[in-house]
């Protein structure tokens, strides 16, 4: 870069200016965004491949930004994670979708209750008080623990596996499930993996969208969903998008499936209507 003289480096300032601006300018509306509750959940069904039901659903974040219309969580979850906002966001979000799941429980009873998955980021699960505020959150919600699933990335748990094996236990003995999310795509430890407490293993996506066409994948799958049996786990595939995908992960015997071929995440009018089918059914 240096023989190319100082031009060079000016539009690299440049550039790198603009970007800093565009960062600062969404941690500022972020943090706006909080105050002005403009976040909302959506939610995505689960589906239990034994009885063919909606089980539960995953919470998903969307932020309806009053200038600049919908942005997408992949674009501001990183930059909440960055800045540490994403620790008041992740407690409103562990909130109302605490006190979302205990409304329908109480409004469509099932002798197995709807379950809640909820997405904990890095930096929440390091938080040193991330036990009392689950407690206090689900006091407040008045959700019975068992209703209350959390995921947590293979990366999250496995970049800190001695101190998640302590954090994931306090959460067990709490009666909270717990979920491996984005399974497959780090370097999971086996050792640490069977002394991890969690009851599901959650198969990444980009092993789902080849599991038709191609077959390493197809394997890759089917050693993951064997591996989670043995374990005394659950294997849920999410990003499962035709009837094809569907059949082979039926065959593998995987015990939940989640995606666009059931249903994209939806909002809570919406999400009841899935309820409401289930409970007529
Ligand atoms: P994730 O936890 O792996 O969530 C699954 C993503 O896959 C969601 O994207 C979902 O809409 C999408 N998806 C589900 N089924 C299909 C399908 O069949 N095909 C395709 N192509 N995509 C499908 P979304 O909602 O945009 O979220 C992206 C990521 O942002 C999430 O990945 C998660 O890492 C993060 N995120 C979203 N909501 C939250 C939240 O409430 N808290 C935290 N900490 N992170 C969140
Ligand atoms: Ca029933
Ligand atoms: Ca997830
Ligand atoms: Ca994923």
């Known amino acids: 870069a240096k023989a190319r003289g100082k031009g060079c480096y000016e539009i690299f300032d440049a550039s790198m200016q603009g970007d800093l601006k565009k960062l600062l300018q969404l941690e500022n509306d972020l943090r706006h965004g909080i105050d002005r509750a403009e976040f909302v959940l959506y939610y995505q069904p689960i589906v239990c491949l034994k009885t063919n039901t909606v089980t539960g659903f995953e919470a998903l974040v969307r932020w309806q930004h009053p200038e600049r219309g919908f942005i997408s969580p992949a674009q501001f979850i990183p930059v909440a994670e960055e800045t540490g906002l ?54 407040q919600t008045g959700l019975a623990t068992q209703g209350l699933k959390l995921e947590i990335t293979e990366s999250v748990v496995m970049q800190n596996a001695e101190t998640a094996v302590k954090m994931l236990e306090r959460l067990k003995t709490l009666g909270i499930q717990l979920s491996v999310d984005d399974f497959g795509t780090g370097y999971s430890s086996l050792s640490y993996l069977r002394r991890f407490p969690v009851d599901t293993l959650k198969i990444d996506r980009s092993f789902i969208h080849e599991i038709d066409t191609n077959s390493e994948q197809l394997e890759i799958v089917r050693t993951i969903v064997l591996m989670a049996h043995s374990l005394g786990m659950d294997a849920i595939a999410e990003g499962v998008e035709n009837a094809r995908q569907l059949k082979i992960l039926r065959d593998l015997d995987c015990d939940y499936v989640q995606g666009y071929l059931f249903s994209k995440p939806v909002n809570s009018e919406m999400a009841e209507t899935f309820l409401m089918r289930k409970l007529n059914a």
């Open 86 to 139: 994403i620790v008041p966001l992740g407690w409103w979000i562990l909130y109302a979708a605490c006190e979302q799941i205990a409304r329908w429980q109480a409004q469509f009873p099932d002798d197995e209750p709807l379950k809640i998955s909820v997405n904990l980021s890095g930096r929440q699960f390091l938080q040193a008080d991330l036990v009392e505020q689950i407690e206090r959150i689900i006091k």
